[in-house]
């Protein structure tokens, strides 16, 4: 099997030391499958003559034979001064974090990713936390069965008894409700384990889930595409499955990511990210945790003010066309204290340039937001390359207002702990 690891923006060429024509085609078919992709998947990998290009998408695209793993990268021109084992790790870390995967990254989880790709990490993790479950016992709901038995339990079903049992005078038409492990949570438990077998090397990882398909051999099997998403429900009876059910989503449903059956990928797989997105839900989640305690409620992706609507040639309170959608909103008590916006793009780190490398669009993003929303407090937050100081530069004011809009940066390389902390220190003014 070939395999490479480039990092964003990184490359693979084809011919003997790389991917070979077929296997490059393939990559790109399953690559086009993504929900997120373009028509011709330009935005996660570039198709060139003599080579293959991730672009900014992190995580895995798999074909028959062959996969593709991307890693994050802040600054697509300078060389890499980390090592793939710690970004991979760090990329883990983002994941547990934005989505809640409650993982454990103990030292057993962090040795496992400098030896494994992110997809293999994730099996291992969500075969792990599986098996710890299953062992503990299945969630069972009761479920309405009808059967004929010797005795009665239950109801009698009258008019069955009186038809079809009419000439079995010894059988009793019953219906009864029975608990069993047939939930929609535990068919797509279930069918994961068996999809993602397909796709893991490691032999104890693949021995793990052999031992998970047999625990869970009473429960029937559903193809991918049908299994019962929506139906699952979780309560208080299986709140510690909430977290493994999280993470059987992100690899097998099409949200960020994509399984693929279709006639151009038949064997392909692509589990992707938008680093941007990540990003921004990274740093929405340590930010919950930095202000935890506090009155101020974090909204991500909130707001939802259009910037235009029809010309009547008074004043226009609100708009309905061109839908704004701000990054993160601080509230406290209803009054809206801030908005910040998250990308992920490197920060020049000049500083005679007077304005610090931020780009026209985002200024222009931030001053549509200072029109619709009532705050003085505009932040964009950027990621640090890792070991270079990171925090907030002098801010800018809005020509024909009194808004501040700060400028920062964080190191995303760090423990959780510490981005919390200065997460915590950027927002004390607010």
Known sequence: MSHFTVRE???????????????????????????????????????????????????????????????????????????????????????????GLDLDMGREAAIDTQSHTLLEVLIRAFADKLMAEVRRGLPRLYLQCEDDLPALRGRLDVTRQFTQNAVRPDRLACRFDQLEPDTPLMRVMASSVVFLGKYVRSPATRRKLDELRHALAEIPLVPVARLPWKAVQIDRTNRRWE?????????????????????????????????NDLFEKYIAALMRKALAGSDIEVVDQGGHRACLGAFTGGHLENGDVFRTKPDIILRQSGRLLAIIDTKWKKLATNTLDRKHGVSQGDVYQLMAYARLYPTRELMLLYPSIPGEPCGEREPFGVAGGSERLAIATIDTSQAEDEVTRRIAKLCERF
Request: glycine share 6%; hydrophobic share 45%.
């Open 9 to 99: 923006w990184g490359h693979v060429k084809l011919g003997e030391d790389g991917f070979t024509l077929a296997q490059a085609d393939a990559l790109h078919a399953a690559a086009c499958q993504h929900p997120l992709a373009h028509r011709d998947g330009t935005n996660i990998l570039i198709y060139r003559r003599d080579r293959i290009v991730a672009r900014q998408m992190v995580g895995m695209v798999a074909a028959k034979g062959c996969s593709l793993e991307i890693l994050p990268k802040v600054d697509p021109d300078t060389v890499d001064s980390e090592t793939p084992d710690a970004v991979r790790n760090r990329l883990v870390r983002m994941l547990d974090v934005a989505l």
């Open 243 to 275: 977290s493994l059910f999280r993470l059987a989503q992100l690899l097998l449903r099409r949200d960020w990511q994509a399984t693929h059956h279709a006639t151009r990928a038949p064997d392909g797989f692509s589990l992707l990210f938008p680093m």
